[in-house]
């Protein structure tokens, strides 16, 4: 079992950046393809971006292409999310989440693929 932790939230103006972290706990990060999701008020919790047990391979979805990066250091079990060119409806709580099982393809991005969740950090963009 893992257990993940997000940090990094706050409020930004509109075209300003943050930088997310999820720090996981255990000796078998490195095992665990890792993904972001976000929720606005009122909407059902969207996928974001998802990286590769390796670190090799990202996926992201289209409304944040070129804006967001997702990357990760086994390291220090943390993966990151960095978010540039910050927009209003980008604003919604953050989780990260680990996939035990390697996901592929369209499931990737499903919440069901992923076994562990952290408790979420709040980002909110001021136009």
């Known amino acids: 079992q893992v257990q993940l932790v997000e940090s990094g939230g706050g409020l930004v103006q509109a075209g300003g950046s943050l930088r997310l972290s999820c720090a996981a706990s255990?000796?078998?990060?490195?095992?665990?393809?890792m993904g972001w999701f976000r929720q606005a008020p009122g909407k059902e919790r969207e996928f974001v971006a998802r990286?590769?047990?390796?670190?090799?391979?990202?996926y992201y979805a289209d409304s944040v292409k070129g804006r967001f990066t997702i990357s990760r250091d086994n390291a220090k079990n943390t993966v990151y999310l960095q978010l540039n060119s910050l927009k209003p409806e980008d604003t919604g709580v953050y989780y990260c989440?680990?996939?035990?099982?390697?996901?592929?393809?369209?499931?990737?991005?499903?919440?069901?693929?992923?076994?562990?969740w952290g408790q979420g950090t709040q980002v909110t963009v001021s136009s």
């Open positions: 989440a680990a996939d035990r099982r390697t996901a592929s393809g369209t499931t990737a991005t499903m919440v069901g693929a992923y076994d562990y």
């Open positions: 990286i590769s047990r390796s670190g090799g391979i990202t």
């Open positions: 255990g000796r078998t990060f490195s095992s665990y393809a």
